[in-house]
């Protein structure tokens, strides 16, 4: 894992969107297309709107699958993440194939068509983020580091639950759903390339956690190390906790 800290948010998102913009580009070039997965979440707001303002993406050619979505919440919903991406994401770059979690349908179904369309080739890049519990997706403490399913059907933790309304999206935990499907960790893990987006002084501990912490269950991102080419984003706050021994192998 190659850690980089930048000073802040607005600066983070920049480098985190260059790296991504450079792989969007070479899996173009190299396939003639580029399969990515999105995160959501307030994490990912200055690294998407960076994102979606490079030059030189042919963003036609970019297959987008869903990392995760609550169930029983519609798409109108302002912490509906189909609503997000298509607000931050499609609706800015033109992507044209994008497979949704439809958390308000046949949950079974949905996750069967949307997993056969995941397995059917490698996945070039993953942006995904770390929550304030460890979190990798909605795969809480403690996360299923075995099942090779792309999609499991997941109970949201109340420190997960509490995280959504301290975000803003909603008004108080009782509106929060208790379920989700999530892409499992080791669907998250057979992409070529991660790159790690998380800012902010409420990530702190998760990110001293994963990064000097046992690789373990109890605090999923943590299996990120084990990944051949993760790059992690931090910011002065989110890395703040870290030992300088850590710190010594930024790079």
């Not at 609503?83 to 497979?99: A, D, Q, S, V």
Request: aromatic share 6%; with cysteine.
């Amino acid at each position: 894992m190659v850690i980089k800290v930048y000073d802040n948010k607005a600066s983070l998102g920049r480098a985190a969107a260059e790296r991504a913009a450079v792989s969007l580009r070479n899996a173009i070039q190299n396939s003639g297309r580029a399969r990515i997965i999105a995160a959501t979440g307030a994490s990912q707001f200055e690294f998407l709107d960076a994102l979606t303002a490079m030059p030189g993406i042919e963003w036609p050619r970019v297959e987008m699958f869903h990392l995760d979505e609550y169930i029983g919440l519609p798409p109108t919903h302002p912490a509906s993440f189909r609503k997000y991406l298509l607000e931050r994401l499609i609706h800015k770059t033109g992507i044209t194939k994008y497979h949704f979690l439809d958390g308000h349908a046949d949950i079974l179904e949905i996750v069967r068509k949307v997993a056969a369309e995941l397995k059917a080739a490698p996945i070039d890049i993953a942006f995904v983020g770390i929550g304030e519990n460890g979190h990798l997706a909605f795969n809480d403490p403690p996360a299923d580091f075995q099942t090779e399913e792309p999609y499991i059907i997941v109970d949201l933790d109340e420190p997960c639950r509490r995280q959504q309304v301290g975000e803003g999206w909603f008004a108080s935990l009782s509106e929060v759903p208790t379920r989700a499907i999530s892409m499992t960790v080791q669907q998250i893990l057979k992409a070529k390339e991660i790159l790690v987006v998380a800012p902010d002084a409420r990530k702190a501990q998760a990110v001293k956690s994963c990064l000097e912490g046992e690789i373990s269950p109890m605090v999923p991102a943590s299996i990120l190390r084990k990944h051949a080419n993760t790059t992690i984003f931090l910011d002065r706050l989110s890395s703040a906790l870290l030992s300088p021994q850590s710190k010594g192998h930024i790079a």
